[in-house]
T-cell receptor, first 110, second 111 residues
Framework: DADVTQTPRNRITKTGKRIMLECSQT?????MYWYRQDPGLGLRLIYY???????NKGEISDGYSVSRQAQAKFSLSLESAIPNQTALYFC?????????FGPGTRLTVL | LAKTTQPISMDSYEGQEVNITCSHN???????ITWYQQFPSQGPRFIIQ???TKVTNEVASLFIPADRKSSTLSLPRVSLSDTAVYYC????????????FGTGTRLQVFP
């Protein structure tokens, strides 16, 4: 397993606030991913990174930015949070056959 | 990327075998078929992956017919803890960068 951790696990914030979600992995993988999941739906890819200097937009990158500070860390930022960004956010890293997902961050924007 | 179609939900009872079929008519030559399991408020968990014929591991089997336009995830003797959403994904083998999740199949196992 990629041993992916996420902080915080839960966050409540207000519209317009800047929020950062953190993700770390311990296996030295080059690639890392951020997804969001809305109730009753599958995950959608926000951003992914091939290495520290290689960031790529996913399906729904508008309103989000990312930072790959080190190989082990991949942060997702909401510069000005809005209520429709309320969702579950998952970070992932590669594993054989697919991706290993972190425990998730439940974000609520009031 | 091939689109997949799965039943929205299925019900079963403990001890029964459950088969979830996924349709992927536009699968490409290089595409593999991967299944994930997701419990509420947890990240998806890889179950099994295959390219053709049959693949079996300690938790499931994956059956893929010769034309590869569909696949069936088979869960033997389900228990209550198998209640979850199951996702079928199709993507280029070795390329895990663009996983496309549909809405999945919600499996409910009853006592």
């Amino acid at each position: 397993d990629a041993d992916v951790t996420q902080t915080p696990r839960n966050r409540i914030t207000k519209t317009g606030k800047r929020i950062m979600l953190e993700c770390s992995q311990t296996k030295g993988h080059d690639r890392m991913y951020w997804y969001r999941q809305d109730p009753g739906l599958g995950l959608r890819l926000i951003y992914y990174s091939f290495d520290v200097k290689d960031i790529n937009k996913g399906e729904i990158s508008d309103g989000y930015s990312v930072s790959r500070q080190a190989q082990a860390k991949f942060s997702l930022s909401l510069e000005s949070a809005i209520p429709n960004q309320t969702a579950l956010y998952f970070c992932a890293a590669p594993q054989e056959g697919g991706q290993f997902f972190g425990p998730g961050t439940r974000l609520t924007v009031l | 990327l091939a689109k997949t179609t799965q039943p929205i939900s299925m019900d079963s009872y403990e001890g029964q075998e459950v088969n979830i079929t996924c349709s992927h008519n536009n699968i490409a030559t290089n595409d593999y078929i991967t299944w994930y399991q997701q419990f509420p408020s947890q990240g998806p968990r890889f179950i099994i992956q295959g390219y053709k014929t049959k693949v079996t591991n300690e938790v499931a089997s994956l059956f893929i017919p010769a034309d590869r336009k569909s696949s069936t995830l088979s869960l033997p003797r389900v228990s209550l803890s198998d209640t979850a959403v199951y996702y079928c994904l199709v993507g280029e083998g070795g390329n895990t960068d663009k996983l496309i999740f549909g809405t999945g199949t919600r499996l409910q196992v009853f006592p």
